[in-house]
């Protein structure tokens, strides 16, 4: 804390303000107080000290001996007065060699400094600058008076201190003002109320040509002011006098001086009046401009040079003073903004003159201006641009920007040139599109990645908002979006979607460039071209302007490129001509990739076709048939050995090389082959060929004809149907045998089941009437022979329907029958049945129309299948029974939710005697008759059944019966 206070610059400055630093000298009044307090308060040693950072300085003493007297100093580790310093507060110590801060001092015992008393002496600042004080070389106690008389001596020392100070500030100001008035450049002239010279110095001598001994005294008038303007000055002095105010005074005027010699130069005048005495006095510093006109004309001179010299540039010129505020705007830009230089700062620049950044969009901020970062001392090279006056097109520039320096190092503003860049940017930016089209469609491995990396590119190099690729579907009827990309930060999600999208011939943007087969750009999007399913998005997207372009596939238009911008944009020529040349390379690479595509595919596909045929039997073939009749082979089966015996020879007339190999006997057939394959129609021969492994084998040949660029070409197959001619012969003679076999098992199930069907019934006769007997209505092996009586009468009327409606002896009665009553019929007449196994049977049955149909025999249909879905659906189940009219037929349903049928089984259903898995393994009986007898006696009504499984489990089966047909 004590170097703190001691090392403060601005205490140390006041301390050296005082003088008293300097060895050797002497204060009067403070001498006389250190020796006043050595006899007032009876010590051997009074001292004035001051205190700086290495030492302190005696600046006065009385008692003090040896080289303390001589020097006046000791180091500051000697002092007791630094703490006093420090402190800022009066010291008194009894005894310093108890004292804790003092007890170490060497003063101690080199000077014999027991006992201390010290004020301290503040300067007229307030810095304490040292210490008032008194030394003892005994310890003493220190009484109030002693320290009172010593505080009132430090007091006065401080007020002698403050004097000195006062009275070498006068000295020291009435000194620089001298020296400052003998070198000032500038004449200082003053003069009284009469106008009467009272100080020349000596650049008024310079200046005027008037010595100052023969200048003072004198009317200035008569000195330095021209004959026409003595009488105004005259006038002037007399106002000044009883008002004691002038307009001159606090400002520089311009005025006509004269010096000696007569002649008249421009000066600047400083006046001050000084009112403080009886009468005013005037005060004046007068310079000569006349260089500083000279120079001015010559600036005004350049000025106008520069200013015709800039205006005459066609790059835009700008720049700002040292105040930041616009000083400058040549021609150029006076056009380009439609606007003349204001003076604008910097914070203004960017808003006033619609300044954006490069990428034509982002408005710069104040500090981003090109003008201002180099008024803050940056240098700027090529920084880029965009100037978007409202109503006009924008204007991209080029801007180099720096600091104008002058040669002391002040700045004095900052200049920047503007290099309008609009065409060479437009041009360069046209030629990036097509270069990043180009390299799109060299990285790409196919069409359609090919065409949406092409419009993604040329989408991002333009900013536009979104660019998509379209495609003609394979049917001409749809045009479908292949690709869409968004300038990134761009959100345009509900506009794009993120399903399939497809337009129609017409709708849309797109819709309409493939329906015109044109390009189309519309800056009025909302209003003209785009369909309403996505017009809500597009303009809440803020999309205002659209351009599509057909993608050509020859005469035809097999896509389309359309691009969407958010901000409007009329049609521009050059950018249609750009675009119209990528549409034509994506259109050439489309068409190029596809036929690469196509080709690589056919070869694909050739090279399986051959490695299929390898392994078939059969051999393809396709031949040229020239005019004069030779037939040429295009292509042939790699191996013929299962046809031909061998490979056939391909370097020869094919129709020579087949009609040696045919049998003889067959020869005329493979002619009339021949003959009619040649006038272009389609036809196949069966006949005998000699193989060349000289096995004859029956070849199968179907040909059939095309037409291509006038030649006719023949496509074939030849098949060894050997084996099929031996089936065929062997199968005659089998189905000759079934046939018989079958009319012999018809036969005997008929007879079978007319011979058991009479045994039965007196069987069920006599158990029914056992059965009426009270004595034996209990036995069970009587309730058994009645179940196994009336299951053997079902089987054997199965057995005799199917065999009467296969023969065809059966008739069909076919009379006017309302469906819908058959159906309740059958309904109530299941339900007892259905509630005694718990399941629950219900109808929804719509007007149908009536059916011509045997009665009887239709119900037997529905009891079969209403019967069958209660046996089948376990206890809590339901059967639904439904009817609908679908024009000419009527259609019922029946289904339940019962154990299902496995899907594999579904095609033997209505085979005879098939029973489902599903029932035999639950143990539940049936014979496997009943569908097939429902099948029958709906086929023979002309109608059809078919069964399915439901989708929750369970069966369906659905038939389908004929509408009557209306009277004549």
């Known amino acids: 804390m004590t170097a703190h206070v001691i090392e403060d610059p601005e205490r140390l400055r006041a301390l050296r303000a005082t003088g008293l630093l300097e060895h050797g000298t002497v204060v009067t009044g403070l001498d006389r107080l250190t020796r006043l307090a050595t006899r007032l308060l009876d010590v051997p040693a009074g001292v004035v000290t001051l205190i700086e950072p290495d030492r302190q300085v005696f600046a006065s003493h009385c008692g003090l001996t040896g080289e303390l007297a001589e020097n006046r100093q000791t180091p500051i580790a000697y002092s007791f007065c630094q703490y006093v310093v420090a402190d800022s507060a009066p010291m008194v110590v009894r005894d310093a060699r108890t004292d804790e801060r003092l007890s170490g001092n060497p003063a101690i015992g080199e000077y014999q400094a027991i006992a201390y008393a010290g004020f301290p002496l503040r300067g007229p600042d307030g810095h304490v600058l040292g210490s008032f004080c008194v030394f003892d070389g005994e310890p003493r106690a220190w009484t109030d008076r002693d320290v009172a008389v010593l505080g009132d001596l430090a007091q006065e020392a401080e007020a002698e201190i403050a004097l000195r100070v006062s009275q070498g500030q006068l000295l020291l100001a009435a000194a620089r003002t001298q020296a400052i008035l003998d070198t000032c450049p500038d004449a200082f002239i003053s003069m009284d109320h009469a106008g009467r010279v009272t100080a020349w110095n000596h650049a008024a001598e310079l200046l005027f040509d008037f010595p100052t001994a023969e200048a003072l005294g004198r009317l200035l008038a008569e000195l330095i002011i021209p004959e026409s303007f003595r009488q105004a000055h005259t006038l002037g002095l007399a106002r000044v006098a009883e008002t004691g105010a002038s307009v001159l005074v606090g400002q520089r005027t311009e005025l006509t001086a004269v010096n000696r010699g007569g002649r008249e130069f421009p000066v600047e005048m400083s006046l001050s009046v ?61 056009e380009a903004h439609d606007a003349t230089e204001e003076p604008l700062g910097p914070e203004d620049w960017a808003r006033t003159y619609q300044l954006y950044g490069a990428d034509g969009r982002t408005p710069l901020e104040p500090a981003e201006v090109p003008l201002a970062r180099a008024f803050a001392g940056e240098q700027v090279h090529g920084e880029q641009l965009v100037v978007r006056p409202p109503g006009r097109p924008l204007t991209r520039y080029t801007t180099n920007a720096r600091p104008i320096q002058l040669a002391d190092g002040r700045r004095a503003g900052a200049v920047a040139a503007m290099h309008d860049i609009t065409a060479a940017y437009r041009a360069d930016r046209l030629l990036r599109c097509q270069h990043a089209a180009a390299a799109a469609l060299a990285e790409a491995t196919t069409a359609g990645q090919a065409a949406a990396a092409a419009v993604a590119a040329v989408g991002e190099q333009l900013g536009w908002a979104c660019a998509e690729y379209w495609e003609v579907d394979e049917e001409r009827e749809h045009v479908v979006r292949v690709s869409s990309w968004a300038r990134p930060g761009l959100n345009l999600a509900a506009f794009t979607g993120t399903g399939p999208l497809t337009f129609e011939r017409g709708q849309g943007l797109v819709g309409l460039v493939w329906k015109r087969g044109a390009e189309v750009w519309s800056s009025r999007i909302a209003e003209e071209a785009d369909q309403p399913g996505r017009l809500r998005e597009a303009v809440r997207a803020g999309l205002v302007t659209g351009i599509g372009l057909p993608v050509r596939s020859g005469r035809r238009c097999a896509g389309v490129i359309a691009f969407y911008l958010d901000e409007p944009t009329p049609c521009d020529p050059d950018v249609l001509d750009m675009l119209r040349v990528v549409a ?7 068409e190029r990739r596809r036929a690469e595509d196509l080709t690589l595919a056919l070869s694909a596909a050739r090279r399986d076709l051959d490695r299929m045929i390898e392994h078939v039997d059969d ?38 090389v087949l009609a040696a190999r045919v049998h003889p006997e067959d020869r005329p057939l493979f002619v009339g082959f021949h003959e009619t394959v040649r006038t272009g129609q389609a036809a ?44 065929a012969d062997q199968r005659e003679q089998h ?7 079958d009319r012999m098992k018809d036969e005997l199930v008929a007879v079978v089941s007319h011979e058991l069907r009479n045994p039965i019934g007196v069987i069920a006769a006599y158990t029914e009437e056992l059965l009426d007997d009270p004595a034996l209505a209990g036995r069970r092996e009587l309730q058994v022979i009645e179940r196994s009586s009336a299951h053997l009468l079902n089987l ?45 049977i219900t109808a929804d049955l719509a007007p149908v129309p009536i059916v011509d149909g045997d009665a009887g025999r239709l119900r037997q249909v529905l009891d079969n299948l209403l019967s069958n879905a209660v046996k089948y659906t376990p206890a809590g189940g339901t059967v639904t029974v439904t009817s609908r009219d679908d024009g000419d037929t009527v259609t019922i ?16 259903l209505f085979t005879r005697f098939f029973r489902a898995s599903t029932a035999t393994s639950r143990g539940i009986k049936g014979t496997g008759l009943g569908l097939a007898v429902t099948q029958a006696i709906v086929t023979a009504h002309h109608g059809t059944i078919t069964a399915r499984p439901r989708p929750r489990g369970g069966t369906e089966f659905v038939v389908t019966l004929p509408v009557r047909a209306a009277a004549a």
């Open 274 to 334: 000084d009112t403080s005495g009886d009468r005013p006095m005037f005060h004046a510093f007068v310079h000569d401009i006349s260089d500083r006109r000279a120079e001015q004309q010559k600036l005004a001179e350049e000025r106008s040079f520069l200013e015709a010299l800039l205006d005459s540039l066609d790059t835009g010129v700008v720049a700002c003073g040292s105040d930041g505020r616009l000083r400058l705007f040549n021609r150029a830009l006076r």
């Open 584 to 590: 034509a390379q994506v259109s050439r690479f489309v």
């Open 619 to 656: 051999y393809l073939w396709t031949v040229q048939v020239h005019p004069d009749g030779r037939v040429e082979s295009v292509y042939a089966s790699p191996n013929g050995t299962g046809v031909f015996g061998s490979v056939l020879p391909v370097d020869a007339d094919m129709a020579e």
């Open 684 to 727: 196949e021969v069966e006949v005998r060929v000699i193989g060349f492994d000289g096995v004859v084998r029956w070849v199968w040949t179907r040909a059939t004809c095309r037409h291509d660029d006038g030649r006719l070409f023949v496509d074939g197959i030849c098949t060894n149907i050997t084996e099929r001619r031996e089936l």
């Open 735 to 741: 189905v000759v045998q079934l046939e018989r076999l």
């Open 796 to 840: 054997v009327q199965d057995l005799l329907d199917l065999a009467r409606l296969d023969a065809g002896h059966d008739t069909i009665d076919p009379r006017p029958v309302t469906v819908a009553r058959l159906l309740r019929e059958a309904v109530q007449a299941h339900q007892p049945s259905a509630a005694t196994a718990n399941v629950t």
């Open 893 to 908: 349903t029946i289904a339940d939710t019962g154990i299902g049928i496995p899907a594999e089984q579904y095609p033997k």
